[in-house]
C-alpha cells in the first residue's frame, strides 16, 4: 500500500524567516506529485506539479519554489516568509495517467507571525 | 481558465433531511472529469465520488452525482444525513489537459445536528 508522509506537522514561523516543508511517497514507483496550499477558511489551491525526478512545473506564483530530488521526495520552500504564507500545505501524488485520484498526505498547518 | 462554483457556504441540516450541495462549472474543454472530495475536521481531502460520463450516476457510501454537461452540474445528494457526514466538501474539476491538475470550488461546509 501507498503512504504519504508529510513534516513537520506544524511551524510557527517568524516573517522572512525561510522555510521547508516535505513530503515523502512510499510504495509508488514514479508517482505524479503535487503542492496545494489552503488558506484559513479558504478553498484548495494547486501550487506545483511533478511528473519526474527534477522536474517541477509552477501553477501560482506565491513566492514559494518546490524540488524534486528523488523519485519519492518533493520539497517546499522559500527564504522569506510572508505573512499571506499561513495556511495549511497539503502534499498530494497521483498515478501517472490523467483524472486518477489524487491522494493527500496529512498536511503541514504554517502560521507565519 | 477553468472554474468550480459551490454557491454554499455553509448547509445546515438535521439529521435525517436529505443532502443536495451544488456544484456547476466552466470550461472549454469538452470531456471535463468532476470529483467530489471531502474534508473532515483536521483530516486531509479525501475522494469522495468521480465521473467522466455524461447523465451517469454515480455512487459511493451513500452519497450520488450525475454528471449533466447539458448545464455544466454535478450536485451531490444523499437521501438522509448523519451527523458524521459534517464536514467540508469539495467539487473539483479535470480538463484532462495537464495530469492531476484540478480546479476547485470554494467549499461547502455541511453541519448536520440532531
Known amino acids: 500500500a501507498q503512504t504519504i508522509h508529510q513534516w513537520p506537522v506544524a511551524e510557527i514561523k517568524a516573517v522572512g524567516s525561510p522555510l521547508s516543508l516535505g513530503c515523502t511517497i512510499k510504495?509508488?514507483?514514479?508517482?505524479?506529485l503535487y503542492w496545494y496550499w489552503q488558506a484559513t477558511g479558504g478553498t484548495l489551491q494547486q501550487l506545483f506539479y511533478?511528473?519526474?525526478?527534477?522536474?517541477v512545473e509552477s501553477v501560482v506564483q506565491l513566492n514559494l519554489s518546490a524540488s524534486r530530488p528523488k523519485d519519492d521526495q518533493f520539497i517546499l520552500s522559500t527564504e522569506k516568509l510572508l505573512l499571506s504564507h499561513s495556511g495549511f500545505y497539503l502534499c498530494?501524488?497521483?498515478?501517472?495517467?490523467?483524472?486518477?485520484?489524487?491522494?493527500f498526505g496529512k498536511g503541514t498547518r504554517l502560521t507565519v507571525v | 481558465g477553468d472554474s468550480v462554483t459551490q454557491t454554499e457556504g455553509l448547509v445546515t441540516l438535521t439529521e435525517g433531511l436529505p443532502v443536495m450541495l451544488n456544484c456547476t462549472y466552466q470550461?472549454?474543454?469538452?470531456?471535463?472529469?468532476l470529483f467530489w472530495y471531502v474534508q473532515h475536521l483536521n483530516e486531509s481531502p479525501r475522494l469522495l465520488l468521480k465521473?467522466?460520463?455524461?447523465?451517469k450516476r454515480t455512487e459511493h457510501q451513500g452519497f450520488h452525482a450525475t454528471l449533466h454537461k447539458s448545464s455544466s452540474s454535478f450536485h451531490l445528494q444523499k437521501s438522509s444525513a448523519q451527523l458524521s457526514d459534517s464536514a467540508l466538501y469539495y467539487c473539483?474539476?479535470?480538463?484532462?489537459?495537464?495530469?492531476?491538475?484540478?480546479?476547485f470550488g470554494r467549499g461547502t461546509r455541511l453541519q448536520v445536528y440532531a
Open positions: 498530494a501524488w497521483s498515478r501517472d495517467n490523467a483524472n486518477t485520484e489524487v491522494f
Open positions: 510504495g509508488k514507483s514514479s508517482p505524479n
Open positions: 511533478s511528473i519526474t525526478v527534477g522536474q
Open positions: 470550461t472549454i474543454y469538452s470531456n471535463p472529469f
Open positions: 465521473s467522466f460520463t455524461d447523465n
Open positions: 473539483a474539476l479535470s480538463d484532462q489537459q495537464v495530469v492531476g491538475q484540478l480546479t
